[in-house]
């Protein structure tokens, strides 16, 4: 029984330290992206970087999770994108792998994402215009439906970053403005689009 217990102990105690190692690894890589994609041109995290975009973290009043970093560039791509123009750096593609390490970098000690509610992201769906993009065929945008089960935070900005400017375009000959999202309409949308078979 004591070399039973022994085991499990090691077993629990080399899993935490994998954990714990692929959680520096994926902290490194998101520093160093958040470098090579010019993040920190505009941005600081923990008082080092630019100044020109607000610091990016945790805040007191809210914890740093995956939604609420999704949620925030969705909702200040446009500005982010004015920006970057400005200042000559070309805009990145990212991918929901690098937006994982770089929420991991962002983050510290990540808090995770509360699920979200279908119906709720339903109305969101609706609400936010992406309806009348998605679920059109003669628009130009993928049906959604397709992915339904791989939607993320990270695969959220990911689709941001290669698809955006697409996006905004097409919202803006159809004098629609591009929307804002909370990080809860975030989780709800997340959580419908996984649910749209």
């Known amino acids: 029984m004591r070399n039973v217990l022994a085991l499990s102990t090691c077993l ?10 692929s959680a520096q690894k994926a ?5 160093r992206l958040f470098s090579e994609l010019k993040c920190v041109t505009c941005h600081a995290v923990r008082g080092a970087g630019g100044k020109v975009g607000p ?3 945790a805040k007191a009043e809210q914890p740093y999770t995956p939604n609420v970093m999704a949620s ?12 970057m123009e400005q200042a000559g750096v070309q805009r990145p593609q990212v991918t929901a792998q690098q937006a994982e390490a770089l929420y991991s970098y962002i983050a510290g000690s990540p808090s995770p994402a509360s699920p979200g509610d279908p119906k ?4 969101v769906y609706q609400a936010k215009f992406c309806a009348s993009c998605h679920d059109e065929p003669t628009s130009g945008a993928p049906n959604l439906a397709a992915q339904a089960g791989n939607f993320s935070s990270f695969s959220m900005v990911a689709s941001l970053w290669q698809h955006g400017a697409g996006m905004l375009s097409r919202m ?11 990080p809860e309409e975030m989780s709800h949308l ?3 689009l996984n649910s749209k078979k």
């Open 27 to 31: 902290g490194s890589d998101g520093e």
């Open 55 to 57: 610091e990016l973290g």
């Open 12 to 21: 629990v105690i080399a899993l935490s330290l994998a954990c714990s190692k």
């Open 72 to 83: 925030a560039m969705w909702s200040h791509a446009a500005k982010m994108w004015q920006a």
């Open 190 to 192: 997340i959580a419908f």
């Open 172 to 182: 803006t000959s159809s004098n629609k403005e591009w929307q804002q999202l909370s």
């Open 120 to 123: 709720e992201g339903q109305r």
